[in-house]
């Protein structure tokens, strides 16, 4: 089984020649050793590997929509690998929403809490944007950054607590998609509707 498989899966689950976006970790690093190292650890040549290999599997679902990466460099070269093996475009737009920094504190109160008094203006920004789906059909966003970053964003959107026991994995990511006026988010083999929960933040969806 490729570590790519529960990406897949969350794809199935997606309504045929539906437009999709997908945010999820990059793929295999070093190991992180220390501080400096956090933003420093590159992808290893499996991680190039299996990412180029997830690349060609999704080429054949899928046309090229649009990649987004944070600025880390593991994250970056995670994107210009899989269109590498998907025989895309290798262009990779850095979009700073997609850092650690920029969902810290949501993700630190997830922690010290038990339930969530809502979804905060962060993770709606982030998903909102995930389902700015506005292109051709057949076609499939990349969103790559962090697993904190993805576990703060599915542990909000779903309710559920991310921790050791059920962590994301490297290229692990959430589908994300539209059916009509319903928004809907796959994790892990399930697919869950949205729409509601996100309509209680003010403003709601775009």
């Known amino acids: 089984m490729a570590i790519y498989d529960i990406t897949l899966q969350n794809l199935k689950l997606c309504p045929a020649g539906s437009p999709a976006a997908i945010l999820m970790r990059h793929s295999v690093r070093y190991p992180i050793l220390s501080v400096e190292e956090v933003y420093e650890a590159q992808l290893t ?3 190039m590997r299996v990412a180029e290999e997830f690349g060609a599997v999704l080429g054949k679902m899928f046309k090229r929509g649009r990649i987004f990466s944070n600025a880390v460099e593991r994250c970056v070269n995670t994107g210009i690998a899989i269109a590498n093996g998907a025989r895309w475009r290798n262009n990779v737009a850095v979009d700073s ?3 650690y920094a920029y969902v810290s504190e949501a993700w630190e109160a997830r922690l010290a809490q038990e339930t969530s008094n809502g979804i905060p203006p962060e993770v709606v920004e982030i998903v909102a944007s995930l ?3 506005n292109h051709r059909k057949h076609s499939v966003d990349l969103y790559i950054t962090h697993d904190s ?3 703060c964003v599915v542990s ?3 309710d559920i607590r991310i921790d050791e026991d059920n962590w994301p994995e490297f ?3 959430a589908v994300f998609w539209r059916e009509g006026a319903e928004a809907y988010v796959a994790w892990r083999g399930e697919a869950n509707k949205i ?3 996100l309509s209680r933040v ?3 969806l775009r």
């Open 45 to 47: 040549p499996e991680g």
């Open 97 to 99: 929403r997609l850092s």
């Open 131 to 133: 389902l700015n789906l």
């Open 149 to 151: 970053v993805l576990a």
């Open 156 to 158: 909000y959107l779903l």
């Open 171 to 173: 290229l692990e990511g």
């Open 195 to 197: 729409t509601q929960k």
């Open 202 to 204: 003010s403003g709601g």
